[in-house]
């Protein structure tokens, strides 16, 4: 499916890849095994091929600042094309550990003509994102049934973001995948 939203808000939420858990390491600190540096650039394959902006407004593009996020998204940006530099990128701390409640407020923070918000994370508050947000139906119950390591959900509303994020149930699933490298 190709994700584009003609009218009203996209949501696009990033679950990190495969971390490691080396020894001494705290969690905010842990980098991605061998299958997370594998997976991270199929990652940015499939955004470049499945999320477009024809309407002129690049997403927005917020990124915990947990390690394994960030060498995430950097790893992801080495397979996007240059249309991706037009991106608004920024690290959220408040995205590591957060609860969907700090999510949502996250996601209420970015300017007020956002269209389209990507934010790169954890689960399960990526996972808790969506069963807030979104109506229930099969693509909802795919996406929340199990929210891997390097998946995409990309979620929509007909409304503007800031308002779909206080309507109940406001946006839909309208694509899930796990990229793998």
Excluded at 147 to 173: H, K
Aim: charged share 25%; hydrophobic share 45%; proline share 6%.
């Amino acid at each position: 499916m190709d994700s584009n939203s003609q009218h009203g808000a996209r949501l696009i939420l990033v679950r990190h890849a495969k971390s490691d858990y080396p020894w001494g390491v705290v969690d905010h600190d842990r980098p991605l095994n061998e299958w997370g540096r594998r997976d991270a650039p199929a990652l940015g394959a499939w955004l470049d091929t499945h999320i477009n902006w024809e309407d002129g407004h690049p997403p927005v593009v917020r990124i915990s600042t947990a390690r394994r996020a960030q060498l995430t998204w950097g790893l992801a940006h080495t397979h996007l094309s240059e249309r991706w530099d037009a991106v608004d990128v920024d690290d959220e701390a408040r995205i590591y550990e957060a609860s969907v409640t700090t999510l949502i407020d996250v996601i209420g923070s970015v300017p007020p003509d956002t269209h389209t918000l990507m934010l790169v994370g954890h689960n399960p508050g990526l996972a808790d994102v969506v069963l807030a947000l979104c109506r229930a139906d099969e693509m909802r119950a795919t996406a929340t049934a199990k929210f891997p390591t390097s998946a995409v959900a990309v979620l929509e509303s007909d409304l503007p973001l800031a308002l779909a994020i206080t309507q109940n149930r406001g946006f839909r699933v309208v694509d899930f995948a796990v990229p793998r490298g």
